[in-house]
């Protein structure tokens, strides 16, 4: 079975503060992906990365920044955060080459809270 | 027009219900298309793949059209345990994947 794994279940942090979202996924997959889930909005992207070392940003990529140092691993990191960005933060990841992609496998998810 | 769009539901039916759901995209190079299921709080989950041909998986049946650019997905008899958001999902070739915002169903006993 596929596993993606995030490292926080719950996180509350302050305004300002730097914050990252770790998440791994063990089945060699090429391709992540960083979502947040609004009620009423969606799923919506906000970056992704089809490589090590390689991003491309989504929809919505202000206020976050990435980093894919290594191929199961995929860091969001919300350079100061701010009330606005209190969501549900869910990591994907998906084989595909050459362009093409098969289905996302998600992982348990992150609920922020930013006081 | 949003990209991917669908009923936004809520919909409540009784236990052994058939129920439908439809879904548009706008993007007429999509290339691969799933239905996701979503429960309260807890991450998505593939339901299942749409193929051209339609394809189907025990109680449930997707349908592709893309000379209309519409998904469905049929859930016969309804269990309780069908109560979910189920979430639209198409990917574009080369490109990412783009989520409806989810049709709520609710199996009332």
């Known amino acids: 079975d596929v596993k993606v794994t995030q490292s926080s279940r719950y996180l509350v942090k302050r305004t300002g503060e730097k914050v990252f979202l770790e998440c791994v996924q063990d089945?060699?997959?090429?391709?992540m992906f960083w979502y947040r889930q609004d009620p009423g909005l969606g799923l919506r992207l906000i970056y992704f990365?089809?490589?090590?070392?390689?991003?491309e940003k989504g929809d919505i990529p202000e206020g976050y920044s990435v980093s894919r140092e290594k191929k199961e691993r995929f860091s969001l990191i919300l350079e100061s955060a701010s009330t606005n960005q209190t969501s549900m933060y869910l990591c994907?990841?998906?084989?595909?080459?050459?362009?093409?992609?098969?289905?996302?496998?998600f992982g348990p998810g992150t609920r922020l809270t930013v006081t | 027009r949003k990209e991917v769009e669908q009923d936004p539901g809520p919909f409540n039916v009784p236990e052994g219900a058939t129920v439908a759901f439809n879904c548009t995209y706008s993007n007429s190079a999509s290339q691969s298309f799933f239905w996701y299921r979503q429960d309260c709080r807890k991450e998505p989950k593939l339901l299942m793949s749409?193929?051209?041909s339609g394809n189907e998986d025990g109680r449930f049946t997707a349908q592709l059209n893309r000379a209309s650019q519409y998904i469905s997905l049929l859930i016969r008899d309804s269990k309780l345990s069908d109560s979910a958001t189920y979430l639209c999902v198409v990917n574009n070739y080369g490109q990412n994947f783009v989520f409806g915002p989810g049709t709520r169903l609710s199996v009332l006993p």
């Open positions: 749409v193929y051209s």
């Open positions: 994907a990841s998906s084989s595909g080459t050459s362009g093409q992609n098969y289905e996302q496998y």
């Open positions: 089945m060699d997959h090429e391709n």
């Open positions: 990365s089809y490589d090590v070392k390689m991003k």
